[in-house]
């Protein structure tokens, strides 16, 4: 008898009622009940990235740029650069990374008036990997301190390291050593003539139109050489640099532009060096300060302005600091 039960229990179900554990009505009603709670957490997962992205994109790196966050200017022919380049946020400044080229395509970031007192912070003697870049992901070809040495470039910052530490503080100092924010430069262009115009900027400029807005960064040949090693990062065959102050009693921005290239000798007179946006942006591929009103973008970008920074002779042929 015992064992006809037994039989007939299985005959009937695991639970002797008739169901299966697959097809019992608790045990369905329980699944259900599972994934409705797992949509629900991935709609509000959803819901918290639509609002975190919206945030960081027109929020918090608005903050950081001057009328628009530097973009490509043609989709068609840079598509390539724009899905391989990356915006990164820090305390002090924001740049635009190539991961194709193991280099930044811009550096943003604002100079504030000299504090009356600004304590000399140590320069970190070791430049960090930056683990936001995919290419850290992957180990291999993470970009390092060791990639430069010995390679006949310096380690050149877009986002300076002195502007910043006095300006910012320490951590925000700490994160212009990042390799996301460097970039190969020639050392005469380096420890002068780029070192001249870093401290133009953080002296004279800052003097008389702080806060002001500045926008760096290399520009490359269609077919770039790259330093020593596996890891391709390219070398550029120059540097541009833009000064965007606000103007008031709605007049357009001041702006002064500049581009420097690899084989610049250190002391000769800056204005050589003048150019307008419009220039910049034929050569990089770039489109600054695109929501600006039309007429007001196409006016500013095509001056060359230097009395409006008090640009002068004398400030031209400031000699190096080393």
């Known amino acids: ?29 329980t699944k259900l009940a599972r994934l409705k709670t797992y949509a629900k957490v991935a709609g509000v997962s959803a819901l918290a990235a639509s609002v975190w992205y919206a945030v960081e994109t027109q929020v918090l790196r608005s903050s950081m740029s001057f009328e628009g966050t530097p973009k490509h200017r043609d ?28 280099n930044p395509l811009w ?3 604002q100079v504030l008036p000299k504090p009356e007192f600004s304590p000399r912070l140590p ?14 992901w992957f180990v291999l070809p993470c970009i390092e301190h060791d990639d430069y040495t010995e390679s006949g470039y310096d380690r050149g910052h877009l986002a300076p390291n002195h502007v910043i530490a006095s300006r910012y503080g320490q951590e925000a100092q700490i994160e212009t050593f990042l390799m996301t924010n460097i970039t190969p430069q020639a050392p005469n262009l380096n420890r002068r003539a780029w070192q001249r115009l870093e401290e133009i900027a953080a002296n ?27 890891k391709l990062i390219a070398i550029p065959k120059g540097f541009y640099k833009i000064f965007i102050r606000e103007s008031k009693n709605g007049e357009p921005p001041k ?18 060096y003048l150019v307008s946006v419009r220039d910049i942006e034929e050569q990089t591929g770039l489109d600054f300060m695109h929501e600006l009103d039309d007429g007001v973008e196409a006016y500013v970008e095509t001056l060359i ?3 409006s920074w008090d640009f002068n002779e004398d400030i031209a042929n400031q ?3 080393y």
């Open 1 to 29: 008898m015992a064992r006809w039960r037994r039989w007939r229990r299985r005959r009937r179900g695991n639970n002797g009622n008739g169901f299966t554990s697959a097809n019992h009505p608790t045990k369905s009603k």
């Open 75 to 102: 989709f068609d022919t840079d598509w390539l650069d724009q899905l391989t380049t990356r915006v990164f946020r820090n305390d002090a400044y924001m740049v635009g990374y190539s991961e194709k080229l193991g």
């Open 107 to 109: 550096v943003t970031y």
């Open 123 to 136: 320069r970190p003697s070791q430049f960090q990997s930056d683990w936001r870049s995919t290419r850290c």
């Open 204 to 230: 004279h400029f800052a003097d008389r139109y702080a806060p002001f807005t500045v926008v760096t960064g290399p520009i490359f040949d269609d077919k770039p050489k790259h330093l020593p090693g596996y």
């Open 255 to 272: 702006v002064l532009a500049f581009v420097m290239p690899q084989t610049a000798l250190g002391n000769e007179d800056l204005s050589q």
């Open 305 to 307: 302005d230097p009395q």
């Open 319 to 321: 000699s190096a600091r």
